[in-house]
T-cell receptor
Framework: AQSVTQLDSQVPVFEEAPVELRCNYSSSVSVYLFWYVQYPNQGLQLLLK??????LVKGINGFEAEFNKSQTSFHLRKPSVHISDTAEYFCAVSEIGDTDKLIFGTGTRLQVFP | EAQVTQNPRYLITVTGKKLTVTCSQN?????MSWYRQDPGLGLRQIYYSMNVEVTDKGDVPEGYKVSRKEKRNFPLILESPSPNQTSLYFCASASRLGEQFFGPGTRLTVL
């Protein structure tokens, strides 16, 4: 069965600094990978997704993620964060052939300080 | 505008009093799902539905019921709520490639 591990529950960072939110997954088959963001008191919205093709995926708000099959990772990065990026970020995986089942990590809270 | 709506957004109730949280989507998605979000646990799937009249258990189905009589609606029913069902609930619908669209959430408190 697939699983998702987000190694950091909280990541504090200063504004304009780079950030990386880590995500590792476990699956016996090929997967689709997603990052969702949850702003305070809101639902989740899709940041970016990897389905196939280039392993470097660009999303909204300047975020990008790189799929690394050998390390089973899908880390999220942004070169320069803003206060408005303060939110909870969730990594999620679904298995190709069973795409209705989406497994989420436990989330990483990104706190951006001025 | 493509969206998933949930009602109510906030609900405080007492143990044992039946309640229903409604969910509706306007994207003609076949797949819909309910999750609960708890601190430190992320999102856990309660039930999902792959089409009208087709529902299945997720990871934490105990104490919940669902129905899918119409494609656009997927209500979540708590027949006898208990305090351990106090949580933030999200409904979602999905395209075939697994991208899920989430509602705004329902914060439920069971006293």
């Amino acid at each position: 069965a697939q699983s998702v591990t987000q190694l950091d529950s909280q990541v504090p960072v200063f504004e304009e600094a780079p950030v990386e939110l880590r995500c590792n997954y476990s699956s016996s088959v090929s997967v689709y990978l997603f990052w969702y963001v949850q702003y305070p008191n809101q639902g989740l919205q899709l940041l970016l997704k990897y389905l196939s093709g280039s392993t470097l995926v660009k999303g909204i708000n300047g975020f990008e993620a790189e799929f690394n099959k050998s390390q089973t990772s899908f880390h999220l990065r942004k070169p320069s964060v803003h206060i408005s990026d303060t939110a909870e970020y969730f990594c999620a995986v679904s298995e190709i052939g069973d795409t209705d089942k989406l497994i989420f990590g436990t989330g990483t809270r990104l706190q951006v300080f001025p | 505008e493509a969206q998933v709506t949930q009602n109510p957004r906030y609900l405080i109730t007492v143990t044992g009093k039946k309640l229903t949280v409604t969910c509706s989507q306007n994207m003609n998605h076949e797949y819909m799902s309910w999750y609960r979000q708890d601190p430190g646990l992320g999102l856990r799937q309660i039930y999902y539905s792959m089409n009208v009249e087709v529902t299945d258990k997720g990871d934490v189905p105990e104490g919940y019921k669902v129905s899918r009589k119409e494609k656009r609606n997927f209500p979540l029913i708590l027949e006898s709520p208990s305090p351990n069902q106090t949580s933030l609930y999200f409904c979602a619908s999905a395209s075939r490639l697994g991208e899920q669209f989430f509602g705004p959430g329902t914060r439920l408190t069971v006293l």
